[in-house]
């Protein structure tokens, strides 16, 4: 199936700990994010990266690292992890301009 | 800095009924407007992408109409049925030249529910 894919779907784990969320697209898009939603469901825009250039949304805590292996896989490393990190996390992938736009199912972090 | 507001934060109609969602941006140097469903426990799913340039476009019985000048776009829903609850969200896309893009600023959504 076309998809993007993010692994694991649930993610609990203790303060402090370094943990990394993994996405796949193969809609050969050549852009790709990662978006929050905190716990009021608001989703804000973290990162984008379009295969060329990072985008880094100047809110994010440096404790988040996007790294793009190629341009098919966009991951998130979160170090240090504080409680306010609790949050479900999206991948999502789109065509320039942002057309086609395609959302993963989401990762939901629980830092404990 | 753009931000996107939805009204109203919740609606419960009976089903068959017409509905409006509404969405108001304020810069409007925006490339395209997106509606969005999301579903509980769910990623998005999108609805209907509106250009610029663009006054309305249509999907079935969805409508979403742009006025980019008073940062406004209504999202209809005709003869309304249980399937359409879910959160609908507004998100805007800004003018980049270089084709790509810095992501989607969102409202906070519309949580609609259709009742049988």
């Known amino acids: 199936d076309t998809a993007v894919s993010q692994t694991p779907k649930y993610l609990v784990t203790q303060m402090g700990n370094d943990k990394s969320i993994k996405c796949e697209q193969n809609?050969?898009?050549?852009?790709m994010y990662w978006y929050k939603q905190d716990s009021k469901k608001f989703l804000k825009i973290m990162f984008s990266?379009?295969?060329?250039?990072?985008?880094i949304n100047e809110t994010v805590p440096n404790r988040f690292s996007p790294k793009s292996p190629d341009k098919a896989h966009l991951n998130l490393h979160i170090n240090s992890l504080e409680l306010g990190d609790s949050a479900v996390y999206f991948c999502?992938?789109?065509?320039?301009?942002?057309?086609?736009?395609?959302f993963g199912s989401g990762t939901r972090l629980t830092v404990v | 800095k753009q931000e996107v507001t939805q009204i109203p934060a919740a609606l419960s109609v009976p089903e068959g009924e017409n509905l409006v969602l509404n969405c108001s941006f304020t810069?409007?140097?925006?490339?395209?407007l997106q509606w969005f469903r999301q579903d509980p426990g769910k990623g998005l799913t999108s609805l209907l992408l509106i250009q610029s340039s663009q006054r309305e476009q249509t999907s079935g019985r969805l409508n979403a109409s742009l006025d980019k000048s008073s940062g406004r776009s209504t999202l209809y829903i005709a003869a309304s049925q249980p399937g359409d609850s879910a959160t609908y969200l507004c998100?805007?896309?800004?003018?980049?030249?270089?084709?790509?893009?810095?992501?989607?600023?969102f409202g906070k959504g519309t949580h609609l529910i259709i009742q049988p």
């Open positions: 810069d409007s140097a925006i490339y395209n």
């Open positions: 998100a805007v896309n800004k003018m980049y030249s270089g084709g790509g893009a810095d992501g989607l600023t």
């Open positions: 990266y379009n295969n060329k250039e990072l985008i």
């Open positions: 999502a992938s789109s065509q320039d301009y942002g057309y086609g736009y395609t």
């Open positions: 809609l050969g898009h050549d852009t």
